[in-house]
């Protein structure tokens, strides 16, 4: 039977969280609505954080389910999956064990990385309480984790009412592939979302790079993907249309944020700091806990393990074109790839609210000594570690972008490539490195 | 049924370590995590908490910090429940390890001192040794080396009072390596060396010596600079054959 607007609310009511965390969480972030003036206006907008196991099937199916988060503008009211926000704050307490970035235990090795995902996904319940316990009699920590997941949540919200201030239908934040789904098959559908995923990368600074011998090969890769567009189903031919209103969504998003922190810089300049960097850090696990948890999907339905997921990846992305068009569905139809999303969200706000990326290059660094900013009292030094902490971040999501840059690169040429080997007559072996968590965070300690 | 559950933990750690050493350290720590997950369950504390220690080591060991500091964390609780002091201070020294893996030197300096505490209390000096070491450890990082100083030579105190060959070996290492970046103890640098190479030749292997010789050898100049009496080729040869050679 189909939900009418009049019974959503009701719906929605018989599926709240009993959650108190995620509860008072929640109710947090919707404060913050009211202390925006870009989003005041919508200080009444419902937020729900509903429990869809308890959910009906009709329910699933309606207008209301989610998997992460949505708005319906009928009513207007914004959903969240309880699974949704479980996964996130796992992700985030699990970060915060650790204490400097360097010394995240997910980036020494894929191991560790894949472990944790798979503790959440599979155990959220009980691996959240465990975690939850942790920080019971630790009133600082607990402060600094809901914090940062209270500002996590507040993004997710200003997201969905990016679209209300858009004017859009519907709309979601979310990640793609699910356990067991269906990978991508065609190729045309694969090159032509690849191709828009490529150059919204490309256009951030993001690419494999090249010369003129490769300007030539681009302009027949073109020439292939404009052909394939002609073949893909009219529904997909609009989705162009809707990753531009995704962007837009992201871009009130950051603008909402960007603006509450200034507010809060006019008077209160500690809460504006600690709000900034609790925002990024949570910002942070969320993108790259939603792009692994994914990569772990793709890995596993290509069958090659998840451990040493960079040779294994390397290994079977040599097999033959067919796994770049099923990489694809590691991307959104509509939405920008997701550490891409956390990456400019993270940048618009250092850029905006720190000198730092004005600084002449030979005397900035994004390190800083740890110890002076943990001496009480210590302020101007904890907001320098603090700043430094964020740039890593900022930083190590631009060197894991690698990954996805290349499966999109070599993705959205795959119809060319294919065309390239029929007039050869044998396919050409084409071998793309992958690299590894602890050679990603190699790279970052390059940094100066 | 504690029993039998027992049994489970114990086989799926031993899945995990068999994944592991297969090269497969995913699937390992999702044994280790299953095995962890099924102690959690376990009604007796006093046969939970011996499994969970065994599992806070593996963890560590193998790399899985986060899942160390989750059960070290929890281990300690119990421990304070049994009201067992000697395998709480054992189990704080863990949890403070668990800390310093993480980069949680505050955290680590807390639960290492409540551990001292205890250990000095109940006269566990081998454990309290291994305390002051690692605090010294944290001030040394923080570069509070005269402090690092005092805490290492407390702990070679506690150590004639209770020894315990591993705790001495890291200490002495620590102390020769903090020393040497003071540059203030020339004689105390040589004395530790020398106790070092005497005691534990077989153990110091080449990383080591690479790390603590330049200290030893700036050391040894200053000492054979005030006493040029003293034949220097002779004097190391003797002294110090484990960095010098024993070629008169």
């Known amino acids: 039977m189909p939900i009418r607007k009049e019974n959503i609310l009701d719906e929605l009511r018989k599926l709240i969280t009993s959650d108190e965390i995620l509860s008072s969480v929640t109710e947090s972030a919707v404060q913050l609505i009211k202390e925006s003036d870009t989003i005041q206006k919508y200080e009444g907008i419902k937020v729900f954080v509903c429990n869809f196991l308890k959910a009906s099937a009709d329910i699933i199916k309606s207008v209301i389910y989610t998997d992460e988060c949505q708005i319906i503008f009928l009513v207007p009211v914004i959903i969240f999956n309880e699974q949704f926000l479980k996964e996130t704050e796992a992700a985030i307490r699990s970060f915060s064990l650790a204490k400097p970035l360097l010394k995240s235990p997910y980036f020494q090795s894929d191991a560790n990385m894949y472990g944790l995902i798979d503790r959440i996904t599979n155990n959220t319940d009980s691996y959240l309480s465990r975690l939850r316990v942790m920080t019971e009699n630790d009133f600082e920590a607990e402060k600094a984790i809901k914090e940062q997941f209270m500002m996590t949540v507040y993004y997710f919200i200003c997201h969905e009412i990016g679209h209300l201030l858009e004017d859009k239908q519907q709309g979601h934040y979310g990640s793609f592939l699910k356990p067991g789904s269906p990978l991508e098959e065609n190729i045309a559908n694969a090159v032509v979302k690849l191709e828009m995923h490529m150059r919204d990368l490309a256009k951030y600074g993001f690419t494999l790079g090249g010369g003129p011998e490769n300007e030539k090969a681009y302009k027949e890769i073109r020439r292939n993907v404009d052909g394939l567009k002609n073949t893909i189903d009219i529904a997909r031919q609009e989705n162009p249309k809707w990753f531009e209103a995704e962007i837009k969504a992201d871009e009130h998003a950051n603008e909402i944020i960007i603006k509450l922190l200034q507010k809060y810089r006019t008077h209160d300049e500690k809460t504006a700091d600690a709000m900034q960097y609790h925002f990024i850090c949570g910002l942070f696990v969320a993108g790259i806990y939603s792009w692994f948890k994914d990569l772990g999907n793709f890995l596993d339905e290509l069958d090659c393990g998840r451990t040493n997921n960079a040779q294994m990846l390397t290994l079977e992305m040599m097999k033959n074109r067919e796994k770049y068009v099923n990489a694809a569905s590691l991307f959104g139809d509509i939405h920008r790839f997701t550490l891409l999303r956390a990456n400019l969200t993270i940048e618009a706000i250092l850029k905006e609210q720190e000198s730092w990326f004005d600084e002449d290059p030979k005397f900035r660094s994004i390190w800083y000594s740890e110890f002076l900013a943990s001496v009480p009292g210590n302020y101007k030094e904890l907001k320098k570690w603090r700043l430094s902490e964020n740039l890593q971040r900022y930083y190590m999501l631009c060197i894991l972008m690698d990954t996805a840059v290349k499966i999109s690169f070599i993705g959205f040429s795959t119809g060319w490539l294919k065309e390239e080997d029929n007039i050869r007559g044998t396919p050409q072996l084409f071998l793309m490195q992958f690299f590894s968590m602890s050679h990603e965070l190699d790279l970052l300690k390059r940094f100066k | ?248």
Request: charge should be negative; glycine fraction near 4%.
């Open chain 2, 1 to 248: 049924m504690d029993d039998e559950k027992i049994t489970l933990v114990r086989d799926e750690v031993q899945k995990g370590m068999d994944a592991i050493a297969a090269g497969n350290n995913d699937l390992g720590s999702r044994h280790f995590w299953t095995a962890t997950d099924i102690l959690a369950t376990i009604q007796d504390d006093s046969k939970k908490r011996d499994e969970m220690s065994s599992l806070a080591y593996i963890f560590t060991r193998y790399g899985f910090h986060d899942l160390a500091l989750i059960e070290a964390s929890e281990l300690v609780v119990i421990d304070e429940k049994l009201g067992n002091n000697r395998n709480l201070a054992e189990d704080l020294l863990a949890l403070g390890n668990a800390n310093t893996n993480l980069g949680q030197a505050d955290k680590a300096e807390e639960n290492y001192n409540r551990a001292l505490k205890i250990c000095l209390k109940k006269g566990y000096y081998s454990n309290a040794a291994s305390a002051s070491t690692n605090i010294a450890g944290i001030k040394a990082e923080q570069n509070k080396m005269d402090d690092a100083i005092a805490l290492l030579r407390k702990s070679l105190e506690f150590l004639e009072k209770e020894p315990f060959p591993e705790t001495e070996r890291n200490t002495l290492l620590t102390l020769i390596q903090v020393l040497g970046i003071t540059d203030k103890y020339p004689e105390e640098l040589i004395e530790s060396a020398k106790r070092l190479f005497k005691k534990f030749q077989n153990e110091i292997t080449p990383k080591y010596i690479k790390v603590i010789s330049p200290y030893i050898d700036n050391a040894v100049k200053k000492f054979l600079g005030q006493n040029p009496a003293i034949n220097p080729l002779q004097w190391k040869a003797m002294n110090l054959p484990q960095i010098y050679g024993n070629k008169l």
